[in-house]
Structures are given as C-alpha cells and as structure tokens.
C-alpha cells in the first residue's frame, strides 16, 4: 500500500498537479479559441451592419433628392414650363423643344426668354448640384427625346423593372471614373400635364415613361463608417482582453482547486495507508495477545473463561468447557442463560454486575453450574 501511493506523490510527499495540468490547459485553449471566434464573429457582424447603415443613409438621401426632383418638376409642369432670361452658355434654348414659343422677348427691355421644360430644368439642376454637392442626377427613358438621355445598361435592366411595375426603386453601388456611388432609380409616372409634350410617343396615363436617377458620393459615408470602425476595433479588443484575463484568472482558481483537491486526496491516501498500518499491528498483537491468553488458560488448573459485558463467552477453556459437558467452541458467543440452571443463573447474573459495576473482583460461593452435584466457587475479575 505504501508502494503504490509514493506513485502519485511528489518529492515532498504532496499531489503533483501535473496530472491534471494537461487536460485543464486543453480546455483553457479550447475556451480561448472559442472566445475569439465569438469576438471576431461579433466584430464582422457589427461591422458589416456599419457598412449597411452607410448604405441605407447613402440611399435615404438619394430617395429625398429625386422625390425633390419630382415635386418640382410636377410644378413646372403643371404650368406648362417657365421661362428664365437667356444666358449665353448658361441657359440657352432648348434645340428639342419646339421653335415655336420656345422664345419670347420683352419690348421694352428687349431681353430674350427662353422656355425651359421640367426635363431641362432637372437636368440644368442636377449639373448644379453636382458642381455643390458631388451629387449627380440623371433623367433617362427608352425612347428619350434628347439623346443625351438615354439608358445605360444599368439604367436600361433597372428601367425593365421599373416599367413591370415589380420594384419601385432600384438601388445600386456603381464606381463611376474611379468613384463610388449609391445609385438609386425611380420610375417616372405619366401624368395628364405630361401628355401634351410626350402624348405623341404613345403613353397613357399612369404609364411609366423613364427614370430618374440620382448618384450619392459614397465616400462622406465611408468617412464615418471607418472611423467608427476604429471605435469598434477597440471596444472589441478591450472585449477580448477581458475575456483572456477572466479565462486565464478562472483557469487558475480552476488548477488552484485541483491541486488541493489533490494534496488532500493524498493527505487522505496516506491516513488511510498508516491507519491500515496501524490497525494491521492492533490486529497482530491482538492475535499474539489471544494466543498467549488462551494458552495461559488451557495450563489452568481451574475452569478459566472471559465474557462480554453484555454476558456473551468469548474465550473459554477445555476444563470450563468439560465442566458444562461442552467442546470450547460450543461456548463462545453463548450466554449464560443459556447454558445454566435457571436456579443457578440469576445468582450468577448479580454477580456478575456488580463485578462490573464496582469494578473489584468478588467469589461467588457454591456455584452450580451443572447439573451434578458437584460444588465449585467462582471467582470473577473486571478486565
């Protein structure tokens, strides 16, 4: 016993806690592995719902800026188109409008005016706004008037959608010379104060008769999203470097236990190893003690016997024995009152307890402890 329990200990008597180091480092590595993944995946998705709120804002402001568009060009057409002075250059003549009433002059000032219709106008406005904003717009049809309008193939597979009535808007992210842009397409409705200038190209009311486009920079956009992606980097990684210290500091109250569970294991083991030591030796001198005990009565010259306190034999010797006409081992573990007259025993019993109970040895005169008619005297001794 004692071989086998220097095999788990150290040099020192105590546990070694290697035997569950290996193990616990494995399921620490396992958490650390884990806890990345979980970070890295918590970076990707917050980062990418960054990108997307850029695009969705990109894509708002491309919305308000085309349904802008449509207010006033509602209003231009609703009065038939509005005259401006001609500027050389800047607001010349429209050469697809008819000539006629394209231009009036004032007498009395003689300035000239132009006519402009809601196409010119929103395109003279998007050429503005892109020179302020970086903004560019687009009006485009298949069957344009002006050929400066028409499709792109971008513009032309969005128009298809558009005319099948299956999308509202189409929304796109389009690089235009080394640019990006959020691209977003709307259908333009026939109106009734649409027919006069385009009736002649077969559309009915509330046909869709082309798209207005508006290109947003996407840059601004990508501008905040970087930075706070910064932000993100650094509350993630704080994150993670947390995480490391509380796996590392659980890891460690983990080994922390396992290694007193150990030691007190072996403390435990070596108790247990010395109290079989001990009762093992008890166990031998009890038996040595037994032997020289029974061989001292069986050299007796008298009837020798030891009982229980609760009255039961538990060494005999042959002469006692042959006095009640038994073997050795036909007494022990019997009483008395199984064995006795029932006239003898009661006279036995109270001596026998106060004997034991005054802790001094005592005879018990004219004893019968058969059935003969043989005298004997008993001698009782507290041990």
Request: proline share 4%; hydrophobic share 40%; net charge neutral.
């Amino acid at each position: 016993m004692v071989t086998n329990a220097a095999q788990y200990a150290g040099t020192d008597g105590k546990a070694s806690p290697q035997r569950k180091s290996i193990p616990l480092k494995l399921f620490a590595c396992v958490l650390v592995v884990i806890w990345t993944i979980g970070i890295g995946l918590s970076l990707f998705y917050n980062t990418g719902k960054l990108e997307q709120h850029a695009l969705d804002s990109a894509r708002i402001q491309a919305r308000s800026a085309i349904e802008k568009d449509i207010v006033y060009r509602r209003w231009n057409s609703m009065h038939g188109g509005v005259f401006v002075p001609v500027v050389e250059g800047v607001f010349e003549p429209n050469p697809y409008l008819p000539a006629a009433g394209r231009t009036i002059t004032d007498r009395d000032s003689g300035v000239s005016y132009t006519k402009m219709n809601p196409a010119y106008m929103t395109r003279l406005v998007h050429e503005l706004g892109a020179l302020d904003a970086g903004m560019r717009g687009h009006i485009t049809k298949p069957m344009p008037i002006r050929p400066g309008n028409a499709p792109d193939a971008c513009a032309r597979s969005a128009l298809r959608l558009l005319e099948a009535r299956e999308k509202d808007e189409v929304s796109s992210v389009q690089r235009i010379s080394g640019t990006e842009y959020m691209r977003l397409i709307m259908g333009l409705e026939t109106e009734e104060s649409c027919l006069s200038c385009h009736g002649h190209q077969g559309y009915k009311l509330g046909d869709i008769r082309g798209g207005i486009s508006v290109d947003v920079p996407l840059a601004p956009f990508m501008t905040v999203v970087k930075e706070s992606e910064y932000m993100l980097y650094g509350k993630h990684v704080s994150l993670w470097l947390i995480g490391l210290l509380g796996i590392s500091f659980g890891m460690r109250q983990i080994s922390e236990g396992i290694r007193e569970r150990d030691y007190a294991e072996e403390e435990l083991r070596g108790l247990t190893v010395n109290l079989e030591k001990i009762v093992e030796e008890r166990t031998e001198a009890l038996r040595i003690r037994h032997q020289e005990m029974q061989a001292f009565m069986d050299n007796a010259n008298a009837g020798v016997f030891l009982k229980n306190l609760d009255g039961t034999y538990s060494m005999v010797n042959a002469l006692f024995a042959s006095i009640l006409g038994l073997r050795p081992a036909d007494l022990v573990g019997r009483k008395d009152r199984e064995l006795l007259n029932p006239d003898v025993y009661p006279h036995v019993y109270e001596h026998e307890r106060e004997v034991v109970a005054t802790g001094q040895g005592g005879e018990l005169q004219s004893c019968f402890v058969s059935t003969s008619a043989i005298r004997y005297a008993c001698f009782s001794f507290p041990i």
